[in-house]
């Protein structure tokens, strides 16, 4: 009996070091900070992570618990301190614009996460979905106010331009200045792991936002969203849920780019947006219109790249020349000239690399490359973060200039754990 207990205590104590070891390995470039029930928050490197497992409800509950001071700072410095003072907006003007018409068209899950994320913090339910929604607030204060409309720049490359063929991606977010000034304290890696059948989801985001600018699945699906207002017009519908929440949801359910494409052509986008779907071994870029969605090829089998235009002759709009939507032009035919200067040597530090290229030079004039790392005085757009991902690998790369070097997320890892 003596024996018996000696030998399953060992046991015990070895299976212990054996989960220990792998959870380190798993984040091992993150330390753990907080727990709520199955919620984890991991500080690595200047960026949180907050790994969220269960029903919706709960992952809500497990967010705003985790979370609850950077939320309530994030809603401060966004809605009251940028955009509620910007003297555009009234709070009954928001509630019209933003609030209502998402509380009336999202699906389930993001009404169950928002209400779990209300019960920790404190804020109504109507305040995170206006924070959630954070992003189409900006978008009519633009509208209203003239500010630039459109940014953000992306790229692919697989095939016979990386190292191994599979697929790389490149990512800078050109946003408002304030957005890097809040990912400063509120940026976020999110993982959701719902136990409804769902795909588990990581993305980079905002404390207490619930969609994402950049996200991958665990079926190595990645997806990013760039601006294009300035090829349709900056339109936004009422009465269709919202693309950023749909463009979530999607990675929840799709495990293919085919399922992708299927899930835009059937929804009706309420803003222009350009998907950029990339998975292990191919990306496409879907434009997608609130009349139409068209899905763009590579012209050149291995390479595609994007900014802020459609590209796809069939809709016959004629795509603006610089200055217009933003140096659009510029942006992409740089990205993707820095790329095919590096042909059969792209993976993830040749990305790195070519990000550090500066979009404009110290005396103003353009570049070689796309990423405004240094503010400008003449213009308030900012490059955000930046994001590099292996979709088959299931890893991602995350910057946020000025503030953090790249960080990895080995997501597999986080998925399985």
Same mark, same amino acid.
Request: aromatic letters at 10%; hydrophobic letters at 40%.
């Given at each position: 009996?003596?024996?018996?207990?000696?030998?399953?205590?060992?046991?015990?104590?070895?299976?212990?070091?054996?989960?220990?070891?792998?959870?380190?390995?798993?984040?091992?470039?993150?330390?753990?900070? +907080?727990?709520?029930?199955?919620?984890?928050?991991?500080?690595?490197?200047?960026?949180?992570?907050?790994?969220?497992?269960?029903?919706?409800?709960?992952?809500?509950?497990?967010?705003?618990?985790?979370?609850?001071?950077?939320?309530?700072?994030?809603?401060?410095?966004?809605?009251?301190?940028?955009?509620?003072?910007?003297?555009?907006?009234?709070?009954?003007?928001?509630?019209?614009?933003?609030?209502?018409?998402?509380?009336?068209?999202?699906?389930?899950?993001?009404?169950?996460?928002?209400?779990?994320?209300?019960?920790?913090?404190?804020?109504?339910?109507?305040?995170?979905?206006?924070?959630?929604?954070?992003?189409?607030?900006?978008?009519?204060?633009?509208?209203?106010?003239?500010?630039?409309?459109?940014?953000?720049?992306?790229?692919?490359?697989?095939?016979?331009?990386?190292?191994n063929g599979r697929t790389y991606t490149a990512r800078n977010?050109?946003?408002?200045?304030?957005?890097?000034?809040?990912?400063?304290?509120?940026?976020?890696?999110?993982?959701?792991?719902?136990?409804?059948?769902?795909?588990?989801?990581?993305?980079?985001?905002?404390?207490?936002?619930?969609?994402?600018?950049?996200?991958?699945?665990?079926?190595?699906?990645?997806?990013?969203?760039?601006?294009?207002?300035?090829?349709?017009?900056?339109?936004?519908?009422?009465?269709?849920?919202?693309?950023?929440?749909?463009?979530?949801?999607?990675?929840?359910?799709?495990?293919?780019?085919?399922?992708?494409?299927?899930?835009?052509?059937?929804?009706?986008?309420?803003?222009?947006?350009?998907?950029?779907?990339?998975?292990?071994?191919?990306?496409?870029?879907?434009?997608?219109?609130?009349?139409?969605?068209?899905?763009?090829?590579?012209?050149?089998?291995?390479?595609?790249?994007?900014?802020?235009?459609?590209?796809?002759?069939?809709?016959?709009?004629?795509?603006? +020349?610089?200055?217009?939507?933003?140096?659009?032009?510029?942006?992409?035919?740089?990205?993707?000239?820095?790329?095919?200067?590096?042909?059969g040597r792209i993976q993830e530090e040749t990305l790195m690399?070519?990000?550090?290229?500066?979009?404009?030079?110290?005396?103003?004039?353009?570049?070689?490359?796309?990423?405004?790392?240094?503010?400008?005085?003449?213009?308030?757009?900012?490059?955000?973060?930046?994001?590099?991902?292996?979709?088959?690998?299931?890893?991602?790369?995350?910057?946020?200039?000025?503030?953090?070097?790249?960080?990895?997320?080995?997501?597999?890892?986080?998925?399985?754990?």
């Amino acid at each position: 009996m003596r024996i018996k207990t000696t030998a399953a205590l060992a046991l015990a104590i070895a299976l212990m070091i054996f989960f220990s070891a792998c959870s380190a390995d798993a984040y091992e470039h993150c330390r753990r900070i +907080k727990e709520y029930g199955k919620g984890r928050l991991y500080e690595c490197g200047g960026l949180k992570m907050a790994v969220l497992e269960g029903n919706y409800r709960e992952m809500g509950r497990q967010y705003g618990a985790l979370l609850k001071d950077d939320i309530l700072a994030f809603y401060r410095q966004m809605i009251e301190g940028f955009v509620l003072k910007s003297g555009l907006f009234s709070e009954d003007d928001l509630r019209r614009l933003v609030v209502d018409p998402a509380i009336r068209t999202q699906a389930k899950r993001q009404s169950e996460l928002l209400k779990g994320l209300s019960e920790k913090t404190g804020l109504s339910f109507e305040k995170h979905v206006l924070l959630n929604s954070n992003v189409q607030a900006i978008m009519y204060l633009r509208k209203i106010g003239s500010g630039n409309a459109t940014a953000c720049t992306s790229m692919a490359a697989w095939g016979d331009y990386t190292v191994n063929g599979r697929t790389y991606t490149a990512r800078n977010l050109d946003f408002p200045a304030i957005y890097r000034e809040v990912a400063k304290t509120a940026g976020l890696v999110l993982v959701m792991k719902p136990n409804d059948g769902s795909n588990s989801v990581a993305g980079v985001c905002n404390a207490g936002m619930i969609n994402f600018f950049d996200a991958m699945n665990d079926k190595g699906l990645y997806v990013e969203g760039n601006n294009a207002a300035d090829s349709e017009g900056l339109v936004i519908y009422s009465d269709r849920s919202a693309i950023f929440d749909e463009g979530t949801n999607i990675l929840f359910d799709a495990d293919t780019i085919e399922a992708v494409e299927g899930r835009l052509r059937t929804i009706r986008a309420s803003y222009p947006l350009i998907f950029l779907c990339a998975g292990p071994a191919t990306a496409h870029y879907f434009e997608n219109g609130t009349t139409d969605v068209k899905k763009r090829v590579a012209r050149e089998d291995g390479l595609i790249s994007a900014a802020n235009q459609f590209l796809e002759p069939s809709w016959h709009i004629l795509p603006l +020349k610089n200055p217009g939507a933003w140096y659009s032009e510029a942006r992409q035919s740089r990205l993707e000239a820095l790329a095919k200067a590096n042909k059969g040597r792209i993976q993830e530090e040749t990305l790195m690399k070519i990000l550090d290229e500066r979009l404009f030079n110290e005396d103003g004039s353009l570049g070689k490359g796309v990423s405004v790392i240094e503010k400008l005085p003449k213009d308030d757009e900012v490059t955000v973060h930046q994001v590099i991902t292996c979709p088959a690998a299931r890893k991602m790369w995350v910057r946020i200039p000025t503030h953090t070097g790249w960080i990895f997320f080995d997501l597999k890892k986080v998925f399985q754990n």
